[in-house]
């Protein structure tokens, strides 16, 4: 990273950001917080909040699907955005906002039709046969909520005052059917000649009784009139909501990619207000500041000079020892090992100048994932996977798998190989396949002492990088404490070789010496913690050991599967059993290598070296909708 | 007598750091689920400690092969 300072005339601030903008690389050294936003930007964001909230209404969030071209078009014309351009986007989106409330509306208050009139259908079909026996006897039926009354008791009120007001009125008896609703409350229907129907409500809304009324438009019509009109509304209503449904769908699919560009191009433009109003400005002057990657120096500065002339001065210096917390760490690494920084993103970032361990990561990790899958079959089935996953480019972190599986896949067709496996013993059978190495079902020894081995070389790997990491940060614990690991481990290593007898006898003194010397340098470097450290590294190297019990494990389930054909035949159920058995092999064999390989990365392997404490680089740079995130 | 013997200890030597494994995992598999439900980005990490433990497990399941290879 190189440091930038830029001065430009004010006149020319909004043209010089815009510039830096389309860039995309300064990380600018005073990150520009919302809260000192200034007025200006103050419309720009109600209307990026607006447009936000539209797409939240509509459902939207497919950004990739936004066409760039349309994205340059339109941000051309929001490059300077004057008070009609506002006004404009304002008058538009609100338009847009009410009629899209409108059918949001409506929506809504047909389905709470639909909900009320289905109720009132069910009432109504309980209370059918008696309103139509009633009826058609020439008695008014009315219905009523009825709440901490009994039914029975109005009833005989009802029928007393009607003998006592109407003495000579024949048969006063009164009919009466009740019923439950679901929610609890009691409904009473009420037949009554119409003559007397007055006293049926006197005394019902004396009795705290509210009359049971039709829904909505349906209020003054007759129960036995209202039921078909009902019927057919609940018929109609499910239609009238599709059509809804299916504009709204259109509107979202025509105007989501539309407003989602809107909304990327102001939220780019109210950071350029921010960045242009925390620029430090003295007279007709102004400053920016920030950094910028080694290798993009010379493009800033041929931009910049072919842009603006003499009128913006551009200085440029590298960052000194006192900076080095604050630099931003940006990786950079060959294209083919880039999708292994993933890893690196469950870290706490990378100090600037601390070591990048992507490469390695992108050695290791998918030789001990092959070297736990081992087989051709599955192998195959990995790199078929990869591929498919990797061709999502709109989807970088989807993508940056399908290429890890790639790798991975490789080594498992490599140790595949090694191994003579084929889905289990199928390569065997079938094809007389025979290991280049050993069959590591039936020799597990020498597999364990090879992935130790692995084990062994990847920790002291660790330690030299950790003693590289504190020799370049002056770090002087650190390097004593990694150099004196790597003289414990070398004396551990020359004491089986010696105890091998591979060696002769008189090399017994280096092996102490090594010891004696690491011993001393980790009492120096980390104290009695050193020393713990070094019992540490042995149960490190011992860890790697898992390599060879998941491949064992993963072979045998696989040789299990098989074996299934074996006893049952080639049949229906044999087979199935065969392939489900090698599903569940195959997803264990993917997810268990994926996570010990990771672990073996990030607690033995960076665990000796990687340390956190820098800052992301977060270069100042256009939106991309594929890459966009909801804050 | 012996060769049962030697399967016992060979199943108790992958038995008991599973138990001891599981254990830690089902604490570590609450606490992380937590973790995540307010940190989504921790999602990675919790997944690797996830996996911490079952270095025991492994390691006594290295054990016991080297039992039988050895023994039985």
């Given amino acids: ?631 | 007598m012996e060769k049962a013997l030697i399967a016992l200890a060979a199943a108790l030597a992958v038995g008991i750091p599973a138990i001891a494994t599981a254990y830690a995992q089902a604490r570590i598999g609450s606490v992380g689920a937590g973790t995540i439900a307010e940190k989504p980005e921790t999602g990675g990490i919790i997944i690797i400690l996830e996996a911490i433990p079952e270095t025991m497990v492994i390691l006594g399941f290295v054990v016991a092969v080297m039992l039988i290879l050895q023994f039985a």
């Fill in chain 1, 1 to 631: 990273m190189v440091f930038l300072k830029l001065w430009g005339l004010v006149n020319e601030r909004s043209m010089i950001v815009e510039s830096l903008h389309d860039l995309g690389v300064l990380h600018l050294q005073d990150e520009p917080g919302e809260a000192l936003s200034p007025e200006s930007a103050g419309e720009l964001k109600i209307l990026r909040g607006k447009a936000l909230g539209l797409l939240e209404a509509l459902g939207w969030d497919e950004w990739n699907t936004i066409p760039k071209k349309n994205l340059e078009e339109k941000r051309a014309i929001l490059s300077e955005p004057d008070e009609t351009i506002i006004e404009g986007i304002r008058e538009s989106l609100d338009a847009f906002s009410m009629r899209l409330t409108e059918q949001v509306a409506l929506k809504s208050e047909l389905e709470g039709r639909i909900s009320s009139v289905r109720s009132a259908l069910r009432t109504l079909y309980h209370f059918q046969n008696f309103i139509t026996e009633n009826s058609t006897k020439g008695m008014d039926v009315t219905l009523w909520w009825v709440q901490r009354v009994s039914v029975p008791d109005l009833v005989s009120r009802i029928q007393k005052q009607i003998s006592e007001k109407d003495p000579l009125g024949g048969d006063s008896k009164t009919p009466y059917h009740s019923s439950v609703s679901p929610g609890g409350e009691t409904i009473v229907a009420i037949a009554a000649h119409p003559d007397h129907v007055r006293i049926v409500m006197e005394i019902m809304s004396a009795s705290d009784c509210l009359p049971w009324l039709l829904p909505g438009e349906y209020e003054g019509v007759p129960y036995r009139q209202g039921i078909p009109l009902m019927e057919q509304a609940v018929g109609d209503f499910p239609r009238r909501i599709g059509e809804i449904d299916a504009t709204l769908k259109r509107t979202k699919l025509e105007w989501g990619p539309k407003i989602g560009a809107l909304f990327v191009l102001l939220d780019e433009k109210v950071e350029e207000i921010l960045v242009e109003t925390a620029s430090e400005t003295r007279g007709e002057i102004f400053r920016l500041e920030g950094w910028v990657p080694l290798d993009e120096k010379e493009r800033v500065s041929d931009f910049i000079k072919s842009r603006f002339g003499d009128r913006v001065l551009v200085k440029w210096r590298d960052p000194s020892p006192e900076e080095w917390a604050n630099v931003p760490t940006s990786l950079k690494n060959p294209p083919y090992f880039r999708p292994f920084e993933l890893f690196l993103k469950l870290m706490p970032v990378l100090g600037y100048k601390g070591l990048d361990p992507t490469i390695l990561i992108g050695i290791f990790f998918p030789f001990f994932g092959g070297c736990m899958i081992g087989d051709i079959g599955y192998g195959i089935i990995i790199a078929l996977l990869g591929s498919w996953l990797k061709k999502m480019k709109h989807r970088p972190l989807v993508s940056d798998i399908g290429s890890i599986l790639l790798f991975v896949a490789a080594w498992s067709i490599f140790w595949g190989a090694a191994y003579g496996e084929v889905f289990g013993d199928i390569g065997h059978r079938l094809l007389h396949l025979e290991p280049l190495w050993l069959e590591r079902s039936q020799v597990v020894i020498p597999v364990m002492i090879f992935t130790v081995s692995l084990g062994f070389a990847h920790v002291l790997l660790g330690y030299l990088m950790g003693f590289v990491q504190g020799i370049r940060a002056k770090h002087r614990h650190l390097w004593l404490e990694r150099l004196g690991n790597i003289f414990v481990l070398g004396a551990l290593l020359s004491a089986m070789i010696l105890v091998k007898g591979w060696l002769p006898g008189k090399f017994f003194s280096i092996a102490v010496s090594f010891l004696i010397l690491g011993l001393a340098l980790l009492l120096a470097g980390g104290g009695m913690g050193g020393l713990v450290e070094a019992f540490g590294s042995v149960g490190n190297i011992l860890s790697y050991v898992r390599i060879a019990a998941i491949g064992l494990s993963s072979a045998i389930l696989a040789m299990v599967a098989n074996s299934f054909v074996d006893s049952m035949g080639v049949t229906f159920i044999g087979i199935f059993m065969a392939l489900t058995i090698h599903l569940l092999n195959f997803v264990l064999a993917v997810a268990g290598s994926s996570l010990h390989s990771a672990r073996l990365q990030y607690v033995e392997f960076l665990g000796k070296f990687h340390s956190g404490g820098g800052t992301q680089y977060k270069p100042f740079s256009r939106r991309k909708p594929e890459l966009w995130k909801k804050r």
